[in-house]
């Protein structure tokens, strides 16, 4: 008999899932042959990284392209010379996946549990969608529709973190311009990524003190609901696995319950047989052209210049911002600076060639992407957040009483690196 693979186990089971027959069919697969650790991975992705190894290594360990391509010394070899991967230590960059040969390392599936909480969760499940998603499934599918499809699967609803994108522009604006006028130094950024906060944070430690205290808009996203209704399950969708690692982090595990990848999010369609071209589109457009355009290289720099000035704060220093996406290109943007070879004030790296639209689960390609950001934020009714009357109400139902309480350091949208 055959031994089911990490992938027929995963088809099988996310399809029953879709069905409600998950145990059914998890008794069926235990009667024949299938791969423990795999299903064990499937059944439990939280106790492990968010990167896998599947199958038997085919390389000698000096020659594994996969070790040499973790920036982050989260890979090592067991007695019997096949990978260990640190779940503490690994970032979930994906470097090592797109390095290794011969296939053996994968992103994590977090399908299986998301669909158990939709199903019998107490509170409401909440997606959590991405900058980048516009025009990943399908350019004629609007937020809408896609909002409609969340809907058909269990959640409770959709939610566009471009909307805390917003505000954490306005709160990296208020920053900026605290830095340079305070301290008179530069600013480190995006809190968006979190490859470039973990090289900032494992490899470049002495530059931790110019990141701004800021959340990313995905955990102020997160934190907002659940400050809102307590009980609410909520879980994230991205074109990133290094999402998966970030939810994690032990200063900020309580704002997402789970990530899934907007690849995994497209198994879900097809196992629920979605058309999402024939969803019925359920607008509501609450962010603005600069927390929408996060999603790409330069969107965040643009974002917080935009806000500066718009914020007309006193004597305004423009933003000479520079940017890099991709981890060589960002090591080689540290390694510039600490060569003294740079002069901007505000420095935005992206892990990603290309920003979040080129992530590892993205759907479509990252030229598409960065012009379907491109286009969606030209269609947003406010250019900043400082216009947008959706950022001031939520801070207002968050218990923020002014723009500028953004900046205290015990706020649910701060923290300490």
């Not at 920003?355 to 689960?361: D, I, L, Q």
């Amino acid at each position: 008999m055959q031994t089911l693979t990490l992938n027929e186990l995963y088809k099988r089971l996310v399809e029953s899932a879709a069905e409600d027959k998950t145990q059914e069919e998890l008794e069926k697969i235990r009667k024949g042959e299938y791969d423990t650790h795999g299903l064990e991975c499937l059944l439990n992705p939280e106790k492990y990284a968010p990167v896998w190894h599947i199958g038997e290594c085919e390389c000698r360990e000096e020659e594994c392209s996969g070790i040499a391509a973790c920036i982050f010394d989260a890979i090592a070899r067991d007695e019997k010379g096949n990978f260990h991967i640190d779940i503490d230590a690994c970032v979930g960059c994906s470097a090592c996946i797109e390095a290794c040969e011969f296939e053996k390392l994968t992103g994590s599936k977090d399908i299986l549990p998301v669909l158990n909480a939709v199903k019998n969760s107490k509170g409401p499940v909440y997606a959590l969608i991405a900058p980048a998603f516009i025009g990943q499934f399908s350019s004629a599918v609007t937020p809408g529709m896609l909002r409609s499809a969340f809907k058909r699967i269990g959640f409770q609803g959709m939610v566009e973190v471009a909307l805390f994108a917003d505000i954490l522009t306005l709160k990296e604006a208020l920053e900026y311009d605290r830095i340079i006028h305070d301290v008179k130094d530069f600013v480190l950024t995006s809190c968006c990524c979190p490859i470039w906060l973990a090289m900032i944070r494992k490899v470049y430690r002495e530059y931790l003190p110019h990141l701004p205290g800021s959340v990313s808009p995905m955990i102020a996203c997160g934190r907002a609901i659940k400050h809102l209704e307590p009980d609410a399950v909520t879980v994230f969708i991205g074109p990133c696995i290094a999402k998966k690692a970030e939810a994690r982090d032990e200063d900020i595990a309580d704002a997402i319950d789970f990530v899934l990848t907007f690849k995994e999010i497209q198994d879900v369609f097809d196992a629920f047989q979605i058309d999402l071209n024939k969803m019925e589109d359920d607008p509501r457009d609450h962010s603005s052209m600069s927390g929408r355009i996060y999603a790409r290289t330069g969107g965040v720099s643009e974002a917080v210049q935009k806000t500066v000035e718009r914020l007309q704060l006193r004597n305004p220093i423009p933003v000479r911002a520079i940017q890099a996406d991709g981890v060589p290109a960002c090591r080689e943007m540290m390694n510039r600076l600490k060569e003294g070879k740079i002069d901007a004030n505000f420095l935005e790296g992206m892990g990603c060639v290309g920003g979040c639209v080129g992530g590892p689960r993205a759907v479509i390609d990252r030229d598409a992407g960065r012009d379907n950001v491109n286009q969606y934020g030209e269609l947003a009714a406010y250019e900043t957040p400082v216009d947008n009357p959706y950022v001031l109400d939520m801070l207002k139902q968050l218990g923020f009483n002014t723009v500028e309480s953004l900046l205290d350091d015990g706020s649910m949208f701060a923290r300490q690196f």
